[in-house]
């Protein structure tokens, strides 16, 4: 009888404390819906609810809540980092901010975020004519944030680009020929030209940007971060085995890669000197075009 009292003490300091844990419920702030941010951030909320879905049963139950304020990516960042309004948010990958959150590993949009169309004045149409190499780019000057991790790597490259503080800022640039051509996601680029119609833009013929890159989630780094960071690897991994990771991807950018018709178009690599060595190049699985 007393052994078995012994046990019942250990069980209630060791294995009652996980039990409760597990059964309450998780509360995750993500990054609202932000005008500003140029795509549909539903996506990436659609993605994050899915990975979570998939762990209920090894992770206990969740509730998604809106952070306090909208706020650019930029913005969210800095307050996670703070511990103030916000849990998760989804932002292109570069070795500084793998260094300072943690990132989980699986590329939220399989590393289209990298394959870039290049968006002109529709008067330009011949601007970009006979472009092939990178050597043919560097004739040109293209605009980025001046945050933004492609700056850096279009840089890199040995390209010319002007910067702006604030994303809107680039169409006006684009319009008012500051800068020859705005390089956007195969995702991104069909849905501004039409928010932006009275500037009448267009997209470049005949070849396309690409230098391998990643959309992750990324967390704060701390205990609570470390958690939620393997949980949403372990739910993010299991969508992609089962498949329905590829089918959110699909609904979501189907259209805008039958558009791109990228299969038609002579790929322009560029290096990205800002990728980690972790970053998971080698899993076909969770990337779209080879690297």
């Given at each position: 009888?007393k052994?078995?009292?012994?046990?019942?003490?250990?069980?209630?300091?060791?294995?009652?404390?996980?039990?409760?844990?597990?059964n309450?419920?998780?509360?995750?702030?993500?990054?609202?819906?932000e005008?500003?941010?140029?795509?549909?951030?539903?996506?990436?909320?659609?993605?994050?609810?899915l990975?979570?879905?998939?762990?209920i049963?090894?992770?206990?139950?969740?509730?998604?809540?809106?952070?306090?304020?909208a706020?650019?990516?930029?913005?969210?960042?800095?307050?996670?980092?703070?511990?103030?309004?916000v849990?998760?948010?989804?932002?292109?990958?570069?070795?500084?901010?793998?260094r300072?959150?943690?990132?989980?590993?699986?590329?939220?949009?399989?590393?289209?975020?990298?394959?870039?169309?290049?968006?002109?004045?529709?008067?330009?149409?011949?601007?970009?004519?006979?472009?092939?190499?990178?050597e043919?780019?560097?004739?040109?000057?293209?605009?980025?944030?001046?945050?933004?991790?492609?700056?850096?790597i279009?840089?890199?490259?040995?390209?010319?680009?002007?910067t702006?503080?604030?994303?809107?800022?680039?169409?006006?640039?684009?319009?008012?020929?500051v800068?020859?051509?705005?390089?956007?996601?195969?995702?991104?680029?069909?849905?501004?030209?039409?928010?932006?119609?009275?500037?009448e833009?267009?997209?470049?013929?005949?070849?396309?940007?690409?230098y391998?890159?990643?959309?992750?989630?990324?967390?704060?780094?701390?205990?609570?971060?470390?958690?939620?960071q393997?949980?949403?690897?372990?739910?993010?991994?299991?969508?992609?085995?089962?498949g329905?990771?590829?089918?959110?991807?699909?609904?979501?950018?189907?259209?805008?890669?039958?558009?791109?018709?990228?299969?038609?178009?002579?790929a322009?690599?560029?290096?990205?000197?800002?990728?980690?060595?972790?970053?998971?190049?080698?899993?076909e699985?969770?990337?779209?075009?080879k690297?």
């Amino acid at each position: 009888m007393k052994n078995h009292g012994i046990l019942t003490i250990v069980f209630l300091l060791f294995f009652a404390p996980l039990l409760i844990a597990q059964n309450e419920t998780l509360m995750v702030r993500y990054l609202p819906p932000e005008e500003d941010i140029g795509w549909n951030s539903q996506y990436y909320s659609k993605l994050l609810e899915l990975a979570l879905d998939k762990t209920i049963d090894t992770h206990g139950p969740y509730e998604l809540v809106p952070g306090d304020i909208a706020m650019n990516q930029r913005d969210a960042l800095k307050a996670m980092m703070q511990g103030k309004g916000v849990d998760v948010v989804f932002t292109m990958t570069d070795k500084t901010r793998e260094r300072v959150l943690l990132p989980v590993r699986v590329p939220l949009v399989k590393g289209l975020i990298g394959a870039r169309l290049v968006m002109i004045n529709k008067e330009d149409d011949r601007l970009f004519r006979g472009v092939a190499n990178v050597e043919d780019l560097k004739e040109y000057s293209f605009g980025q944030g001046y945050d933004w991790p492609d700056t850096e790597i279009l840089k890199y490259n040995d390209l010319k680009v002007n910067t702006a503080q604030e994303y809107p800022a680039l169409f006006t640039m684009l319009d008012n020929g500051v800068i020859d051509g705005f390089p956007r996601a195969v995702f991104e680029i069909w849905d501004e030209i039409l928010e932006h119609r009275d500037q009448e833009f267009a997209v470049v013929d005949g070849f396309y940007i690409y230098y391998p890159s990643a959309m992750y989630f990324f967390v704060k780094k701390d205990m609570r971060g470390a958690e939620l960071q393997k949980r949403l690897h372990t739910g993010l991994m299991e969508a992609i085995e089962d498949g329905s990771f590829d089918k959110l991807f699909n609904a979501q950018m189907g259209e805008h890669l039958k558009r791109a018709k990228l299969n038609e178009r002579t790929a322009i690599i560029l290096q990205n000197p800002l990728l980690s060595d972790d970053t998971p190049l080698e899993n076909e699985a969770l990337w779209y075009l080879k690297n």
